[in-house]
Every structure is written in structure tokens, then in C-alpha cells.
């Protein structure tokens, strides 16, 4: 198409004439040429060729947030770089020495996304694919969308009889309960049963073919309209939509289950996929990773007495690895110092009662003293060198768990839009799984109101508990000590 096209033709042109300046520049900043006029057009040239085809992926019109961009721009330019370095090794003559492709890559990086998010503003209007499994949901989502959609994605989806009869094409009743639940729809064309339009909006693929779609047809909005809220499909059509960059809007009767921030139509709700800007994003990042770093060497000896102290009090690991869920519903293996005994979850994950201030029988003696002081949480500052969790936000439940909370009637999907951290406002509070309700409120509080500053004074805030609780501690332990003396 000729939006697909333009951009296209912008983003590599404009690569190749920033690539032939970068060179010139580098060549001069290096000294490699001590004139303008001795800047070899053959080194130009090449560098323009080497880094036009590393970022040919950049060239494809697909949406990417601001730090995929910067990150994925960054690694192909590195790429380019050590292109060019070994063709200077291999004795290429036309190659710039190592220096002028470090130089020249280190121009480029910050200047290249700028292009493409320049070209792309330029070129591309708003393109709506709609998503979904339910076609009286799609034809509502499809009639108050504020400009006519490229199209839906949808499972087959066949026409229902309206007097509730088979079809007659089906074999079987257990052939009928494993078919796509389907209602006929004004708008609709079926062909051989099968519908495959609505509204006057063609069915393009499956819900596998979300990302190649997405791709093709230069989308840049999303809206759901499914059935269920459920974590496979609905949310997993939203992890897409954050990975790749594209806007998310909902049918209203998933509001429930979303984080929204505003209404775009009579029957459809924005996705707030993205609670808080990119540059806030960044400097989080940043934070985690510095705190991070740093915990894990100011904390090395204190990991080492941990794990000879689990060995030495029970049989088993020193570490319990444990599946979370982590943003948008999607999962990762959360890593905890061991504080129960290796079969504590043999019939099922359940909540400690030691989290409502109970005994848990199945927690160690070292396990206490860990759980106490929250010393059980240091491997998980690996997870946040990852990007796995950060430092503050919603801690990551077992997906299991979700199901029973969720079971109860509480919206707790919607905490799944903040990336999990160690700790939060409902930490700070001393709220636990134990009271759903109540940690949710907080968690969407936090979503709300998320800053660096919020981060920062919660983080103080929650050393500053652990490390009372290992006063506290010390002082029973002397003074149970004591008492055992008396006696």
C-alpha cells in the first residue's frame, strides 16, 4: 500500500543519508581525514551500505514504543559497527578504522529512532484491527469504533440456526460442544455457514496470525471484543499489543477486567496499556537496575550465611523457584530462598498462614527468621537485573491463585498493567493475599499515582520495616535468651 510504501522509502533513504554524514563526522572527530575534502568517498559509501542493510528491519511500518525502538535500533547498529570493524580487520581497504565505526555508531544511535518516529507520524493514519471470539461483541465493537476498521481477526466462526436446530453438517454432540460458540449478526455474510464478514468488515485471519497481521497491515490500534476476559486470549492479545508498540481499545463489557482510562465510542473503552510515559519508564529502569546491582554486592556475604544456614537446618535446595504471574498475564519463574520444608506444596499452592499472622507448620526455623525480615526476597533482585520485576510494584502471585481470586468476584486482572516488584503500597500497609480486595485497591493506587518519587518513598519505607523487624527479632531472641537463663 502506499502508506506501507512511503514509509518504507523515507526511513531507508533518510538511514543511508545520516549513515554517509555520521561517517564524515566520525572520520573527522577520529582523524582519520584532517579536511573535509580527504574524507574517502569509498569509506562513506560503504559505511552508508553496511548500516542501510543492518537496519533493514527498522524499515518495516510497525509500530514500536519509544524504548523497543531506541533498543532495537541500538542492537542493529551495533551490528553495522562490528560489520565494519571486521571488514577493517580483514584488510578491506574502503573500511573505516575501528575507532571511526565506534564513533560513527555512537551518532547514529540516538539519531536513528528519531527518523523513524519522524517518518512514521509523517505517514501513517490511525489503523484499527479488531480482535476478538464473540460476533455480537465484534459487530458492537466494529459499529463504535471512530473510523472503519482494516478488518478482524476471529476464530472460524460459523452461522447458528435461529431456531436453535443443527445445522445439520455437525456429527455429533460432543463434535457441537467443542465448536466455536457463534451468533448470527445483522451485517453478517455467511458462506457455507461460515461467517466471514460483519458489519460490512472482512474476517482477514485466526488469532495465530495477530502478529504477522499486525505487521502487514501497518496496524496501530487493537480492540478487543471478546467473550471472557481470560489470560490465554484476551490478555494474551494484549502482551502483544504492548510488545510491538500498538494502541489497545475494548469492548465495555471488559472494562471490569482492564485498566481504562477513557471511553472513544458508545460500546468502547481505551486500554491503558502504558500507565506510565516512556521517559518515566526509563528512569524506573534505570532505578532497578542501580538498586539492584548494588543489593546484590552489598548483600553477596549475607547471601552466602543464608544458603549455608538452609543447608545446614533442613534437607533440600537453597533455592525455590516458584511460577508468577508477571504483566499482562503472561508468567515467569520467580527465585526465593527456601523457607519450608521441600513437600510444603504437595497438595496444591495455598496461601501461609503466617501471611495472616498465624503459624505456618510447614516454614523452617531458619524460614521464620527469613520470612521476618524478608531475607527470603534477596535472589529475586536477580529477577529485577533481568527486567523480570522491578523494585517497587504489585508482587507477582501464582497464576492458580489468580484463578481463586479472580473466582471470588475481584477484578484482579487489573493489577497485572504494572510490571510485579518486591514491594509496594500494599506492603507497605501489610496487606496480603489474605485480603484480595484491599491489596487490589492498593495495587491499581499504585498504578494511578506510579513516580519515581513514589518509588523512592516506598522503597525507603519498606527498608526501613525490615530493618525494625530485625530489631524486633534480636530483641526476642535476647530476651527469650535471658528468660531460658533465669529459669
Same mark, same amino acid.
Given at each position: 500500500?502506499?502508506?506501507?510504501?512511503?514509509?518504507?522509502?523515507?526511513?531507508?533513504?533518510?538511514?543511508?543519508?545520516?549513515?554517509?554524514?555520521?561517517?564524515?563526522?566520525?572520520?573527522?572527530?577520529?582523524?582519520?581525514?584532517?579536511?573535509?575534502?580527504?574524507?574517502?568517498?569509498?569509506?562513506?559509501?560503504?559505511?552508508?551500505?553496511?548500516?542501510?542493510?543492518?537496519?533493514?528491519?527498522?524499515?518495516?511500518?510497525?509500530?514500536?514504543?519509544?524504548?523497543?525502538?531506541?533498543?532495537?535500533?541500538?542492537?542493529?547498529?551495533?551490528?553495522?559497527?562490528?560489520?565494519?570493524?571486521?571488514?577493517?580487520?580483514?584488510?578491506?581497504?574502503?573500511?573505516?578504522?575501528?575507532?571511526?565505526?565506534?564513533?560513527?555508531?555512537?551518532?547514529?544511535?540516538?539519531?536513528?529512532?528519531?527518523?523513524?518516529?519522524?517518518?512514521?507520524?509523517?505517514?501513517?493514519?490511525?489503523?484499527?484491527?479488531?480482535?476478538?471470539?464473540?460476533?455480537?461483541?465484534?459487530?458492537?465493537?466494529?459499529?463504535?469504533?471512530?473510523?472503519?476498521?482494516?478488518?478482524?481477526?476471529?476464530?472460524?466462526?460459523?452461522?447458528?440456526?435461529?431456531?436453535?436446530?443443527?445445522?445439520?453438517?455437525?456429527?455429533?454432540?460432543?463434535?457441537?460442544?467443542?465448536?466455536?460458540?457463534?451468533?448470527?449478526? /445483522?451485517?453478517?455474510?455467511?458462506?457455507?455457514?461460515?461467517?466471514?464478514?460483519?458489519?460490512?468488515?472482512?474476517?482477514?485471519?485466526?488469532?495465530?496470525?495477530?502478529?504477522?497481521?499486525?505487521?502487514?497491515?501497518?496496524?496501530?490500534?487493537?480492540?478487543?471484543?471478546?467473550?471472557?476476559?481470560?489470560?490465554?486470549?484476551?490478555?494474551?492479545?494484549?502482551?502483544?499489543?504492548?510488545?510491538?508498540?500498538?494502541?489497545?481499545?475494548?469492548?465495555?463489557?471488559?472494562?471490569?477486567?482492564?485498566?481504562?482510562?477513557?471511553?472513544?465510542?458508545?460500546?468502547?473503552?481505551?486500554?491503558?496499556?502504558?500507565?506510565?510515559?516512556?521517559?518515566?519508564?526509563?528512569?524506573?529502569?534505570?532505578?532497578?537496575?542501580?538498586?539492584?546491582?548494588?543489593?546484590?554486592?552489598?548483600?553477596?556475604?549475607?547471601?552466602?550465611?543464608?544458603?549455608?544456614?538452609?543447608?545446614?537446618?533442613?534437607?533440600?535446595?537453597?533455592?525455590?523457584?516458584?511460577?508468577?504471574?508477571?504483566?499482562?498475564?503472561?508468567?515467569?519463574?520467580?527465585?526465593?530462598?527456601?523457607?519450608?520444608?521441600?513437600?510444603?506444596?504437595?497438595?496444591?499452592?495455598?496461601?501461609?498462614?503466617?501471611?495472616?499472622?498465624?503459624?505456618?507448620?510447614?516454614?523452617?526455623?531458619?524460614?521464620?527468621?527469613?520470612?521476618?525480615?524478608?531475607?527470603?526476597?534477596?535472589?529475586?533482585?536477580?529477577?529485577?537485573?533481568?527486567?523480570?520485576?522491578?523494585?517497587?510494584?504489585?508482587?507477582?502471585?501464582?497464576?492458580?491463585? /489468580?484463578?481463586?481470586?479472580?473466582?471470588?468476584?475481584?477484578?484482579?486482572?487489573?493489577?497485572?498493567?504494572?510490571?510485579?516488584?518486591?514491594?509496594?503500597?500494599?506492603?507497605?500497609?501489610?496487606?496480603?493475599?489474605?485480603?484480595?480486595?484491599?491489596?487490589?485497591?492498593?495495587?491499581?493506587?499504585?498504578?494511578?499515582?506510579?513516580?519515581?518519587?513514589?518509588?523512592?518513598?516506598?522503597?525507603?519505607?519498606?527498608?526501613?520495616?525490615?530493618?525494625?523487624?530485625?530489631?524486633?527479632?534480636?530483641?526476642?531472641?535476647?530476651?527469650?535468651?535471658?528468660?531460658?537463663?533465669? /529459669?
Amino acid at each position: 500500500m502506499l502508506v506501507s510504501r512511503d514509509y518504507r522509502s523515507e526511513a531507508a533513504a533518510g538511514t543511508v543519508v545520516l549513515a554517509f554524514a555520521a561517517a564524515v563526522v566520525a572520520s573527522l572527530l577520529t582523524g582519520e581525514s584532517a579536511a573535509l575534502v580527504g574524507v574517502p568517498v569509498s569509506t562513506v559509501a560503504l559505511t552508508g551500505a553496511v548500516v542501510g542493510v543492518a537496519l533493514v528491519s527498522l524499515y518495516t511500518p510497525r509500530p514500536r514504543t519509544v524504548t523497543t525502538l531506541v533498543g532495537h535500533t541500538g542492537r542493529q547498529v551495533a551490528i553495522a559497527c562490528l560489520a565494519l570493524g571486521t571488514l577493517d580487520v580483514a584488510g578491506v581497504a574502503a573500511a573505516p578504522d575501528l575507532a571511526t565505526a565506534l564513533v560513527t555508531g555512537a551518532l547514529l544511535a540516538p539519531v536513528l529512532p528519531i527518523w523513524y518516529g519522524s517518518c512514521r507520524r509523517r505517514s501513517e493514519s490511525q489503523r484499527i484491527l479488531v480482535v476478538g471470539d464473540d460476533p455480537a461483541l465484534l459487530e458492537e465493537t466494529i459499529r463504535s469504533l471512530p473510523v472503519a476498521p482494516i478488518g478482524f481477526l476471529s476464530p472460524a466462526l460459523s452461522e447458528r440456526p435461529a431456531d436453535g436446530e443443527s445445522s445439520g453438517k455437525g456429527t455429533s454432540t460432543e463434535g457441537a460442544e467443542q465448536a466455536e460458540p457463534v451468533i448470527m449478526t /445483522d451485517g453478517g455474510l455467511a458462506v457455507d455457514d461460515r461467517v466471514d464478514s460483519i458489519a460490512g468488515v472482512d474476517r482477514l485471519e485466526g488469532l495465530s496470525r495477530l502478529e504477522s497481521v499486525l505487521r502487514e497491515r501497518d496496524v496501530d490500534t487493537v480492540a478487543l471484543a471478546f467473550e471472557q476476559g481470560c489470560r490465554e486470549e484476551c490478555f494474551g492479545v494484549l502482551r502483544t499489543c504492548h510488545d510491538q508498540g500498538v494502541g489497545a481499545l475494548a469492548h465495555e463489557s471488559l472494562a471490569d477486567l482492564l485498566l481504562v482510562n477513557e471511553r472513544v465510542g458508545d460500546d468502547v473503552v481505551r486500554v491503558d496499556l502504558e500507565p506510565w510515559p516512556w521517559y518515566g519508564r526509563a528512569t524506573k529502569r534505570a532505578f532497578d537496575i542501580v538498586f539492584a546491582a548494588v543489593g546484590v554486592v552489598v548483600l553477596a556475604p549475607l547471601i552466602l550465611v543464608i544458603a549455608l544456614a538452609i543447608k545446614r537446618d533442613s534437607p533440600g535446595p537453597v533455592l525455590y523457584n516458584q511460577t508468577r504471574t508477571s504483566e499482562l498475564g503472561g508468567t515467569f519463574t520467580i527465585a526465593k530462598f527456601r523457607s519450608m520444608v521441600t513437600d510444603a506444596e504437595s497438595d496444591g499452592a495455598q496461601l501461609s498462614e503466617g501471611d495472616a499472622g498465624g503459624v505456618d507448620p510447614r516454614v523452617t526455623r531458619v524460614g521464620r527468621v527469613l520470612r521476618k525480615t524478608h531475607m527470603d526476597e534477596i535472589p529475586q533482585l536477580f529477577s529485577i537485573l533481568t527486567g523480570e520485576m522491578s523494585v517497587v510494584g504489585p508482587r507477582p502471585e501464582r497464576p492458580e491463585l /489468580d484463578r481463586e481470586i479472580a473466582a471470588d468476584g475481584v477484578d484482579w486482572s487489573k493489577r497485572w498493567f504494572v510490571k510485579p516488584g518486591l514491594t509496594g503500597i500494599a506492603q507497605i500497609n501489610d496487606v496480603t493475599g489474605f485480603s484480595p480486595t484491599q491489596k487490589l485497591a492498593y495495587d491499581i493506587e499504585y498504578a494511578r499515582r506510579q513516580s519515581i518519587w513514589l518509588d523512592g518513598k516506598l522503597v525507603v519505607l519498606q527498608v526501613s520495616s525490615v530493618l525494625a523487624d530485625i530489631v524486633d527479632l534480636a530483641t526476642d531472641r535476647v530476651g527469650g535468651d535471658d528468660r531460658s537463663s533465669a /529459669d
